[in-house]
């Protein structure tokens, strides 16, 4: 049966059935009638190739075409119109028509294909497949992508369009193929251009061999020639090389090395003269010379042992800070007894902004010794620190020599910066690395993988800091001197502004009148612009402060509250407490990296499943201790063991988004629980650090430093803290033990007849 479809003519281009091809069309009749074929003719277009581009009329054009179809076409912003065909069955052209003005249509018929006698079929498909992979085999630029199609599929008809839209036949040919009905005579065709494409290839090789053959012949001179290039070369830098090597000789015979040591450098030296300059090797060797050669393998700072004047140093620098002060103050007491004393490792520990640095740094000025500092923040790998094998590419000596040859002494304080943020991952341990580097027995002798010869950094003074023990590997944890560095309260923090901070600023911005501030305002800076337990955002609102007032030229340097809203824009939002007005809210006293702070429990309790659900970030441990302060109080006699019954209890810590973990918050929650139960508030000033054991206990905290400065700098009133802790009470500034009722408890009774039984 006859059917119509919309004729398109591909030029220079011919589609086989099963074969996809890609078009970019730009005329706009091409266009149309891919739009018409989709809209009319269920996506298919009559694909016609015309056998010559002179075609005068319609009579001309081939009676054989090639159903289409439309399998994409995107409208591209250029306007053309990018097209995938895929090519269905040859049919036969009955008839062209007009369809419109420009565009012609065919009316078509399916060809029925003639039947093959099977054996020989079979034969012809052997041999055709035999051949496509001789050709596959000898020839370079084919894939065997079309290998599988071809031994899968038993339809000659297939097997030849498929073989070929995959040769790389000339259009004329392809032509040819289309044209032809008979896939018979199309298969014994093929066998017969494979054939030929094969010893064409064959030819091609040949051809290859024999320039293959000059090339070599050509490339054997240019390698004699570059040879001969290199011998003069050798020749005439003969002289330079023995200046440089005496050079080397000169400053190796000047430094007291093992002998070791001595005799490979001699003959790292020696190897020099040996060696082209246009070898890679000879810029190697230079670099390794240059760098073991330089390093101050016997110089040495004159160290500062004189107390009063280090102690004055640091007094002047920092503000308290007195257990480092005193630990410098013994070391250099006992170093003056006895000068071959090994030095300690201090480890500083506390929250950001709190002095680390700049007391190292001023440790460092204040005995005379040089300073680096090598930041370990996010290393996971060890040879950062001890430096790449001589063999890699690029390989240089780890931060340690580094530092080292910066300071050009061995005696510097080397400070290693946020070691509890290290990584140990698949590329090692560098906590293991740094305890070699560290460790006194082992770093007389220490070997940098670079430098290959050990080197003492016995003399070196090794400071390191972390914001918080925890995440400091233990093996490490075991041979530090920990010292900590707590926040400040808000009177130290005045002290630090007024004998520190403004002073250095004055001195750095060359100032002869000072600022006039009073103590109130310079208070309010500190709680309503700054919120950390250091200093450094401090010392950043005060440089700010500085520059205004001496930019405006106004007459008096005085500073007022008013001042201070319109010069800083924006003040921190600390999260302002607002009273507590209703039953089950509480202050809990927690420790972050940041330094300690008051976190506020929300405990709610209503009718539903019998269960505990916890928001806010909670971690583990936190969730754990949510659960035994449950239990605690299902158990005990404080409340009707019924008002539990189908009810849900709710525990919320603000705020939601920062997360929270740690043991000393139980005593907190259980007061929020029994504050919603016993429909009791309690009051704002009140706030609660401990951990409750089921039976009521109350078991000792960390970080009470800390959690008492923020209980003090936000304005509570009354703690209650584990007995346990009334050791670490000496520790806390005069200030706030003055300034804080200070409850010390062992068991949750105490407080609940504080806060719930006398109310009854
Ligand atoms: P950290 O290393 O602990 O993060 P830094 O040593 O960088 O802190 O100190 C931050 C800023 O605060 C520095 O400008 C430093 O001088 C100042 N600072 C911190 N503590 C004190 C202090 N006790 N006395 C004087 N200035 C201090």
Redesign the pocket.
């Known amino acids: 049966m006859d059917y119509t479809l919309l004729v398109m003519l591909l030029k220079d281009l011919v589609i086989l059935p099963f074969q996809e091809i890609k078009l970019e069309l730009k005329d706009e009749i091409s266009k149309k009638i891919i739009k018409l074929s989709s809209k009319k003719y269920n996506d298919r277009v009559l694909i016609v190739s015309p056998t010559s581009y002179k075609e005068a009329s319609v009579d001309d054009l081939p009676k054989i075409g090639v159903v289409s179809y439309i399998k994409s076409k995107i409208e591209l912003s250029n306007g053309n119109l990018r097209l995938t065909l895929r090519g269905e069955k040859r049919v036969k052209i009955l008839d062209y028509k007009s369809f419109s003005e420009d565009i012609i249509d065919a009316s078509i018929i399916d060809i029925i294909l003639p039947k093959f006698e099977p054996t020989g079929e079979e034969v012809i498909k052997r041999k055709l497949r035999n051949t496509l992979n001789d050709l596959i085999n000898i020839s370079p630029n084919l894939s065997n992508s079309i290998l599988k199609t071809v031994s899968e599929n038993e339809d000659l008809s297939f097997l030849t369009d498929a073989i070929t839209s995959f040769l790389p036949l000339p259009s004329s040919k392809k032509h040819e193929y289309m044209l032809e009905l008979n896939s018979e005579k199309r298969a014994l065709s093929l066998i017969k251009d494979i054939k030929i494409e094969i010893n064409y290839n064959k030819l091609e090789e040949k051809i290859d061999n024999n320039v293959e053959i000059r090339l070599s012949k050509e490339q054997e001179e240019y390698y004699l020639k570059e040879k001969i290039k290199e011998i003069e070369n050798t020749l005439n830098i003969k002289e330079d090389e023995e200046e440089l090597a005496s050079k080397y000789y000169d400053i190796l015979e000047k430094l007291t090395l093992p002998l070791k040591t001595n005799d490979k450098l001699i003959n790292e030296i020696n190897k020099l003269k040996r060696t082209p300059k246009t070898s890679p090797e000879y810029g190697v060797i230079i670099n390794y010379l240059e760098w073991v050669l330089t390093l101050p393998w016997n110089k040495s700072s004159n160290e500062n042992l004189n107390v009063k004047s280090v102690l004055n140093h640091l007094n002047k620098?920092?503000?308290?800070?007195d257990e480092i002060k005193q630990r410098i103050e013994d070391y250099v007491n006992i170093k003056n007894i006895n000068n071959k004393i090994t030095n300690p490792i201090i480890c500083l520990i506390?929250p950001?902004?709190?002095?680390?640095?700049?007391?190292t740094k001023s440790i460092a000025e204040a005995l005379n010794r040089e300073y680096f500092k090598i930041s370990v923040a996010g290393l996971n790998d060890a040879t950062e620190l001890i430096g790449s094998r001589r063999t890699y590419l690029g390989a240089l000596p780890g931060k340690i020599i580094q530092g080292i040859k910066k300071c050009e002494t061995n005696n510097p304080v080397i400070l290693i910066d946020e070691i509890d943020k290290m990584v140990k991952d698949y590329k090692g341990d560098p906590a293991s690395v740094l305890l070699d580097v560290l460790d006194p027995n082992q770093n007389k002798n220490f070997i940098d993988n670079y430098i290959e010869e050990p080197f003492d950094l016995s003399q070196t003074l090794f400071i390191l800091?972390a914001n918080s023990i925890d995440n400091i590997p233990y093996t490490l944890y075991d041979r530090l001197e920990i010292i900590n560095?707590s926040s400040y309260t808000v009177f130290e923090k005045l002290d630090?502004a007024k004998k520190?901070?403004l002073p250095k600023i004055y001195d750095e911005f060359k100032m002869s009148k000072k600022l006039i501030m009073k103590d109130d305002t310079l208070i309010y800076l500190i709680n309503n612009y700054t919120k950390e337990a250091?200093?450094?955002n401090l010392?950043r609102v005060l440089k700010t402060l500085v520059t205004k007032v001496v930019s405006s030229k106004k007459e008096s340097m005085t500073l007022t509250i008013p001042e201070i809203k319109n010069y800083l824009k924006e003040s921190v939002n600390e999260i302002k407490f607002d009273k507590i007005e209703i039953p089950g809210i509480v202050n809990a006293l927690a420790y972050t990296n940041l330094g300690g702070t008051v976190l506020r429990v929300e405990a709610s309790i209503y009718n539903g499943e019998e269960k505990v659900i916890t928001t806010g970030s909670l971690g583990d441990i936190l969730k754990e201790s949510v659960y035994v302060a449950t239990s605690f109080i299902k158990e005990s006699d404080y409340v009707s063991s019924t008002l539990f019954y189908n009810r849900t209890i709710h525990i919320h810590l603000l705020d939601a988004a920062s997360k929270k973990d740690g043991p000393s918050c139980g005593v907190a929650i259980t007061t929020a629980i029994l504050s919603k139960l016993l429909d009791q508030k309690i009051d704002s000033t009140i706030s609660f650090s401990g951990e409750i054991s089921l039976k009521g206990n109350i078991l000792p905290i960390g970080g009470l430093k800390e959690k008492l400065i923020a209980a003090y700098n936000n304005g509570i009133k009354k703690v209650y803290i584990p007995e346990g802790n009334s050791k670490d009470l000496l520790d806390i500034p005069k200030q706030i033990t003055e300034n804080l009722e200070i409850k010390l408890v062992n068991n949750y009774n105490v407080i609940y007849k504080d806060l719930f039984q006398e109310k009854k």
């Open positions: 620098s920092h503000y308290g800070l506390g950001p902004g709190v002095g680390k640095t700049t007391i800091t560095l630090i520190y901070i250091g200093v450094r010392t």
